[in-house]
């Protein structure tokens, strides 16, 4: 009889775009894969890999009270069926599983995909949630960081059996070299000019991903030929479209909304911007990184693994370094492509698909 994992995430989106890859390694090392997680309002995108499907009704707070019932249902299901190991990702599903592993003596994996207390972050989020993480990090076998600063923390003062660094979900870099783009054609497709220099963004319109800043930036810069992209929706669109009509940007900045071409867009762009204020490791960053583009990404926990200030990229402490270091790469087309070419090396080197796959092998295969 096959071995069983239970995979939860508190939306199943998570589940969707990052957990494929390791539902099919568990697979392949014999375990018959059990997904819990909020189906609702979603397609059912794992059909073809052959899972069980769990519905939750998770809430996204650790603190609503719709939990309680979301905790009775998975501790029901576990001791009415035999579950060898748990991996559990997103804080309240790791906060659930974790009770639910020690109650049970069941083996349990978390991914903390960015701890919410941070250099920078609220004192509020200190006193919430890192008493939370360390107190349940006991009832944890393996605790998987994903990026330097989390795994430091982790490895010096938590309780974890053991404590992993596996650098993010990977970037399939081979996909990304196959794919070709007709740049003229892209370009007229999205209303663009060859001479453009084209800067890129790729994430929602919310206050976390701070598409505002390099917008501003853009004003200083009204002299340039360029055309700002910015991939993504959110709760802010309007503010940030009437912000590009109060400074008068609003010819050099394309909202795009949601898009199934990023890397296609990537491959026409000539500039990666991310300006984002909390990541864990991002990784619209990496398949930036990946095609090649030269970035400039705000000074942050995640973004600064991936990028070193000065020698692959530009790393952002204040806001008016956007509009400076954007210019620099204006100016100087061979240091964009140097870079580019620099970033694409590290990506296929150290975060490459095929390499995080190796290393989540080892760690299941051991448990």
């Not at 905790?71 to 576990?78: D, R």
Request: hydrophobic share 40%; with cysteine; net charge positive.
């Amino acid at each position: 009889m096959d071995k069983k994992v239970l995979i939860i995430a508190t939306v199943y989106s998570f589940i969707s775009h990052f957990e494929k890859n390791d539902i099919k390694l568990l697979q392949e090392l014999g375990y018959k894969v059990v997904v819990a997680s909020n189906f609702e309002g979603y397609k059912n995108e794992l059909e073809h890999l052959n899972v069980e499907k769990l519905n939750i009704n998770f809430a996204r707070s650790p603190f609503a009270l719709k939990n309680l019932k979301s905790f009775f249902q998975l501790n029901k299901y576990i001791k009415n069926n035999k579950i060898d190991l748990i991996h559990c990702h997103t804080p309240v599903g790791g906060v659930i599983a974790r009770l639910i592993g020690k109650f049970n003596k069941t083996k349990v994996i978390y991914t903390a995909h960015g701890f919410h207390f941070f250099k920078g972050a609220s004192l509020l989020n200190w006193l919430i949630y890192y008493p939370i993480e360390k107190i349940l990090s006991k009832y944890t076998d393996v605790l998987i960081t994903i990026n330097n600063e989390d795994y430091e923390l982790a490895k010096n003062k938590f309780y974890a059996k053991k404590v992993e660094y596996i650098p993010g979900v990977g970037v399939d870099t081979e996909k990304i070299a196959k794919i070709e783009v007709d740049k003229k054609k892209k370009r007229e497709e999205l209303g663009l000019k060859e001479d453009e220099i084209i800067l890129l963004s790729v994430g929602e319109l919310s206050t976390r991903k701070n598409h505002i800043i390099p917008i501003r930036a853009l004003e200083k810069l009204k002299q340039y030929n360029i055309k700002y992209l910015i991939c993504g929706i959110g709760n802010l669109d309007k503010y940030l479209k009437d912000e590009c009509k109060k400074l008068r940007i609003e010819d050099k900045v394309i909202f795009l909304g949601y898009r199934k071409d990023i890397y296609e867009l990537c491959k026409i762009s000539d500039i990666y911007i991310f300006p984002s204020l909390q990541e864990g490791l991002p990784v619209a960053l990496m398949e930036a990184m990946a095609t090649g583009l030269p970035v400039i990404a705000s000074n942050i926990r995640g973004n600064n693994d991936l990028v070193e200030n000065d020698i692959n990229g530009f790393l952002i402490n204040s806001e008016s370094e956007y509009s400076e270091k954007i210019e620099i790469f204006l100016q100087k087309i061979n240091l964009r492509l140097e870079i580019g070419k620099e970033n694409n090396k590290k990506i296929k080197n150290n975060f490459d698909i095929k390499i995080i796959s190796k290393k989540m092998r080892e760690i299941y295969s051991k448990l």
